[in-house]
């Protein structure tokens, strides 16, 4: 099953950075947005942050001005970027996105935030 696949996930204190990133796969390509979701145990997921191809980024209320996606089309990778990070921010991350029709996700790396 060919699925992106998100690294950079640890534990770190709070008011800690860490950075994440999302490798698509080679034999996709998209031009459509991609997201980055979260889901804390016994929460919804989330949406956090979405990039357009142009560079157009929009984020969740909680995490503005505190994290910033970006994406390398050469690559073909997206990072999220996440400073002052709190202890609701503990989550599994995932990143997504539309290819001709279909949902890719992620299998998920977790982010933990000690107080």
């Known amino acids: 099953q060919i699925l992106p696949v998100e690294s950079g996930g640890g534990l770190v204190q709070s008011g800690g950075s860490l950075r994440l990133s999302c490798a698509i796969p080679?034999?996709?390509?998209?031009?459509?947005?991609m997201n980055w979701h979260r889901q804390a145990p016994g929460r919804e997921r989330e949406l956090v942050a979405t990039?357009?191809?142009?560079?157009?980024?929009n984020y969740a209320d909680s995490v503005k001005g505190r994290f910033t996606i970006t994406r390398d089309k050469v690559q073909k990778t997206i990072h999220l970027q996440m400073n002052s990070l709190k202890p609701e921010d503990t989550a599994v991350y995932y990143c997504d996105f539309w290819s001709r029709g279909k949902q890719y996700w992620g299998r998920g790396t977790q982010v933990t935030v000690s107080s």
């Open positions: 080679e034999s996709i390509f998209t031009t459509n947005n």
């Open positions: 990039i357009s191809w142009g560079g157009f980024t």
